[in-house]
Structure formats: structure tokens, C-alpha cells
């Protein structure tokens, strides 16, 4: 059974930092890109980051540049998304999502986890 379970995500005041954490398991994680994507109320879904199944960082929004980091821990199954200078407009219900590399499926997606910024 493939699962995707985010978690590390709450409220914090602008400025402040917070982890994200996915833990996957049911597939071979090594083999899969990992991305993190948010959805703010009343806005489209959007990629925030991706890594490669080596680790290699694919891309980060404009809107989180020097901000947010992507990493992964292939022994582990986890990938994490470290947020920092965090800003009112970050706050969103972040999804981790997995797709095989090199094939575009199987594609999976984790249930959410909210993040609020605010004072």
C-alpha cells in the first residue's frame, strides 16, 4: 500500500521557520522524484520544489528562492522541505508528491499537512 505522510507543519509567525517531513513507503523511493506543492484558499495548486531520485535539486519557485530548501534521504524514505523567513503569503496546505522518474507514473499524492503564517 503506497502512502505519503506529511507532517511538521503549524502555525508560526511571520519570519519564523518550520520542516516539512514526508515519509514514504509501498514503492521504491529511490526511484522516484520527490516534489513538495502548495494550495493556498482560493488558488491553483503550485510545484514549490522537486529533487531527482539522486538528491540532485530540479527546481525551486521563484517565490521561495533562498527561502525554502528540498532534500531527501533515500535511506530513510523521507524527503523534507526546510521553510524559513517565512511570510504571510506562504501559508497553504503543502502536499508531497511522488512521481517515477523517467516514466511520469506512477504518480502518487500525500494528504497535506497546513502550514499558517501569521502574527
Known amino acids: 500500500q503506497v502512502q505519503l505522510v506529511e507532517s511538521g507543519g503549524g502555525l508560526v509567525q511571520p519570519g519564523g521557520s518550520l520542516r516539512l517531513s514526508c515519509a514514504a513507503s509501498?514503492?521504491?523511493?529511490?526511484?522516484?522524484?520527490m516534489s513538495w506543492y502548495r494550495q493556498a484558499p482560493g488558488k491553483e495548486r503550485e510545484l514549490v520544489a522537486a529533487i531527482t531520485s539522486a538528491g540532485d535539486i530540479m527546481n525551486h519557485a521563484d517565490s521561495v528562492k533562498g527561502r525554502f530548501t528540498v532534500s531527501r534521504d533515500n535511506a530513510k524514505n523521507t524527503v523534507y522541505l526546510q521553510m524559513t523567513s517565512l511570510k504571510p503569503e506562504d501559508t497553504a496546505v503543502y502536499y508531497c508528491?511522488?512521481?517515477?522518474?523517467?516514466?511520469?507514473?506512477?504518480?502518487?499524492w500525500g494528504q497535506g499537512t497546513q502550514v499558517t503564517v501569521s502574527s
Open positions: 509501498g514503492f521504491t523511493f529511490s526511484s522516484f522524484i
Open positions: 508528491h511522488a512521481v517515477r522518474m523517467g516514466y511520469g507514473y506512477p504518480l502518487y
